[in-house]
């Protein structure tokens, strides 16, 4: 069975840091386009990152130059260094797998965690 | 890159048919057939239910459907039932390895 579970998220003052992690089970991570999704409280979603087979990484504008996607295979783990965090970036941050076949992604997520809130606030 | 059109909300008794809207650009919803819906209940992560403008995952009700004409996609949701009450979010491939989301809409089961 396919699961992903976040965590690491919390409260966490303005300009600060966090690292997610998103711990996968039933695929194997190195394999698979890896995604990050937030939701802001009462508002729509929102695409962060994604990181592909080969490492290869993209980022929203928004998130860009300030949140790092990562994993690990050995722990099959997906990770996202947010850093300079903005009262913006309080969501609820959702791992998601994006669908592939032979190494190609499918450009739709399959397969989402339960979210790990992430409250930027002084 | 701004989020997608949807009206905020729809409604319709059981057994009803409703139908979403999600309004793009050529840019994104009209210039891929990478449109997506997925289904969020309260407090719950979002749920893949049309991929690919038209293609149902294995295991959701063929009460959903999925179509597009020029920039705006549509989700139907057919014979409408009380669990089917949710929000609804589209979602389409932008290019240069970006998606946009739609803003949401909440379904309401009368």
């Known amino acids: 069975e396919v699961q992903l579970v976040e965590s690491g998220g919390g409260l966490i003052q303005p300009g600060g840091s966090l690292r997610l992690s998103c711990a996968a089970s039933g695929f194997t991570v190195s394999t698979n386009y890896m995604t990050w999704v937030r939701q802001a409280p009462g508002k729509g979603l929102e695409w962060v990152s994604v990181i592909f087979t080969g490492g290869t990484t993209y980022y929203a504008d928004s998130v860009k130059g300030r949140f790092t996607i990562s994993r690990d295979n050995s722990k099959s783990t997906l990770y996202l260094q947010m850093n300079s965090l903005r009262a913006e970036d309080t969501a609820v941050y959702y791992c998601?797998?994006?669908?592939?076949?032979?190494?190609?992604?499918?450009?739709?997520?399959?397969?989402w965690g339960q979210g790990t809130l992430v409250t930027v606030s002084s | 890159q701004s989020a997608l059109t949807q009206p905020r909300s729809v409604s319709g008794s059981p057994g009803q048919s409703v139908t979403i809207s999600c309004t793009g650009t050529s840019s994104d919803v009209g210039g891929y057939n990478y449109v997506s819906w997925y289904q969020q209940h309260p407090g719950k992560a979002p749920k893949l239910m049309i991929y690919?403008?038209?293609k149902r995952p294995s295991g959701v009700p063929d009460r959903f459907s999925g179509s597009r004409s020029g920039n705006t996609a549509s989700l139907t949701v057919s014979g409408l039932q009380a669990e089917d009450e949710a929000d609804y979010y589209c979602?389409?491939?932008?290019?240069?390895?970006?998606?946009?989301f739609g803003t949401g809409t909440k379904v309401t089961v009368l």
């Open positions: 690919d403008v038209s």
């Open positions: 998601a797998r994006e669908r592939s076949a032979s190494y190609s992604p499918l450009h739709f997520f399959d397969y």
């Open positions: 979602c389409s491939y932008a290019g240069s390895y970006t998606y946009v």
